[in-house]
């Protein structure tokens, strides 16, 4: 069996008013936020499914139902944190994330570093393990006009 695993992960939301704009488990000054069951946390949704699907667990979806009212405005933080306690106690740790946010709502560019320091504080990295690049639509396709946030992550994980 291999040592090293590799994960993807990715989400989408729509950007809603009256939603706190939370992406990367921080909240961002934005008139509009991702809707969703539990606090619409598109990064940190795509971030647990790449280390759930790098470990071979199930996905976040199957663990967190949004037909669960458990998970009725869960803080994805706290998803995160559980999927990495499954991780580890399969037997890995993680090695680096890579995610890309795509979005003509929120500008990454300004809170990217706070970023990567509350993912990292999540997965129990450094924040040089944890790399978020913002993209623009180039007002191209249904998320163009801010309708939306799609997110993918990509990580690697190794046997402990």
């Known amino acids: 069996m291999s040592s090293h695993r590799v994960g993807t992960g990715f989400d989408l939301h729509r950007l809603v008013a009256g ?34 699907g790098a470990a071979g667990a199930d996905d976040i979806g199957t663990l967190f139902p949004d037909t669960d009212e458990r998970w009725k405005g869960a803080d994805s933080a706290a998803l995160l944190e559980q999927a990495m306690k499954l991780v580890r106690e399969a037997g890995f740790q ?34 040089g393990e944890v790399n978020v690049k913002g993209k623009t639509l180039e007002g191209l396709g249904a998320l163009a006009d801010g309708a939306g946030v799609a997110v993918q992550a990509v990580c690697l994980l190794e046997r402990s």
Not at 43 to 51: F, G, I, P, Q, S
Not at 102 to 125: D, N, Q
């Open 94 to 127: 993680l090695v680096n994330v890579d995610i890309v946010i795509a979005t003509e709502g929120p500008r990454i560019a300004p809170v990217r570093a706070k970023m990567r320091e509350r993912i990292a504080a999540l997965l129990g990295v450094t924040s």
């Open 19 to 52: 939603r706190p704009c939370i992406l990367g488990g921080i909240e961002l000054d934005h008139p509009t936020g991702p809707s969703g069951h539990s606090d619409g946390d598109a990064v940190l949704h795509a971030v647990t499914d790449a280390v759930l």
